[in-house]
């Protein structure tokens, strides 16, 4: 049966029409034949589904808990802030955890929820002195080999890697990496500017939680975040909760790499969308949630309990985006960096499709045509 999605798009009232998940047709409102269809009225703005390319968990799962009920539940907590794509994120772990989350996915499962794209892998190919809360005791070095070996296990499910370009044996890694399809992120990092932009040669393409987890930018030391903003090709992962970047600096960021090269991620833990005031854990790892931070009892900041439209929403009431923004930052820039077939609603493309109210919450969530969340 076909779908038919109601909703603004571009500020006229157009008519969606999905076969098979893929959208089919797009009208204005009253000239499609709705007879034999099934019509969701959302009453409000279509957007191109968020893609969170970078996400541990939420709903009280983790990336790392290794079984389909646990990505299913990520997957369907962060549909309800907008996410119709996501990229399961595993930590820096014993090589066995991080085989068996490889493993555990199977991409042809039918889900309730975000579609899972595939992994990105959070080390363990980075640097000790940066590793934030990475658990410093499972870091590697670079190693083709496992890399490979894991690809394979994934099914070559594994999209994106952050790894630390300035530990010995990255531009092997990196190189292979390249082969294999994978998107190189450098972070965790302690590179230099210099190093930083020898990678960027190598196939490095994006930069992971930029000024989280890296050398800063100095006058006289611009580090890897100097090198990010040296280079207009280069993209970025912002975690947009306030916490990990102060907003000067976001808005800073904007002006630097333009709305082109910024991808909001959320870094989100299995403590997002969960109460506060309670302990959670991060791989083997104790964190606590307080005021809408994570940190490991150290005082490490961990991760996030920030959602997408949460995001979107502090970016805009701080006036650093514009309406028009959103899609770019949310949605298609990731596309574009992974090569996915999303960004943009248009006759052809998958029917992942959101429909927000005035405020910018999420009120409807379309996965291929089907709806999955309903506020
Ligand atoms: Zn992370």
């Known amino acids: ?32 034949a709705t007879v034999g269809s099934e019509l969701v009225d959302t009453s409000g703005t279509l957007l191109p589904g968020y893609i969170d390319i970078h996400v541990h968990g939420g709903g009280g799962a983790d990336t790392m808990d290794a079984s389909e009920d ?25 090589a066995d955890h991080i085989e068996k989350s490889l493993t555990a996915f199977r991409p042809d499962r039918k889900r309730d929820g975000a579609e899972i794209i595939g992994f990105h892998l959070e080390g363990p190919f ?10 410093k005791e499972f870091i590697q070095a670079p190693n083709v080999e496992l890399l490979s070996r894991w690809m394979k296990l994934s099914g070559n499910a594994i999209r994106y890697i952050t790894v630390a370009p300035d530990v010995n044996g990255a531009d092997e890694l990196i ?6 399809g994978i998107i190189v992120s450098a972070g965790h990092s ?6 930083a932009k020898e990678s960027f040669v190598w196939g490095v393409q994006s930069a992971t939680h930029l000024f989280n987890a890296m050398t800063g930018l100095y006058h006289r030391d611009p580090g890897l975040v100097g090198a ?10 912002l975690i947009a909760d306030k916490i990990h970047v102060n ?16 991808m909001l991620i959320t870094d989100a833990i299995r403590a ?25 009892l150290d005082g490490t900041i961990a991760g996030s309990v920030l959602t997408l439209d949460k995001a979107v929403k502090n970016l805009l009431n701080l006036g650093i985006l514009q309406k028009e923004d959103v899609i770019p930052v949310t949605s298609a820039n990731q596309s574009r960096l992974l090569n996915l077939p999303f960004g943009q609603i248009r006759v052809g493309s998958p029917a992942n499709i959101i429909s927000i109210d005035d405020g910018w919450d999420v009120t409807h969530t379309f996965v291929r045509g089907n709806l999955v969340y309903r506020k």
């Open 1 to 32: 049966m076909k779908q038919l999605i109601k909703g603004t798009l571009e500020g006229v009232t157009k008519v969606i029409e999905v076969e098979d998940g893929l959208i089919t047709d797009i009208r204005d409102n009253g000239t499609i």
């Open 126 to 135: 980075i640097h000790m002195d940066k590793a934030g809360a990475q658990p």
């Open 228 to 237: 990010v903003f040296d280079s207009d090709d280069i993209y970025a992962e």
């Open 175 to 180: 190189k292979a990496c390249r082969r294999m």
């Open 190 to 195: 302690s590179a230099t500017f210099q190093q």
């Open 272 to 296: 997002a969308c969960m109460p506060e005031g309670q302990q959670y854990t991060l791989g083997n790892q104790i964190v606590t949630v307080k005021n809408g931070t994570v940190r490991l």
């Open 70 to 94: 646990a990505f299913e539940q990520i997957a369907a907590t962060h549909a309800k802030h907008g996410t119709t794509a996501l990229l399961l994120t595993t930590i820096t772990e014993r």
């Open 247 to 262: 907003s000067a600096v976001m808005k800073i960021i904007f002006r630097m790499k333009g709305t082109d090269k910024v």
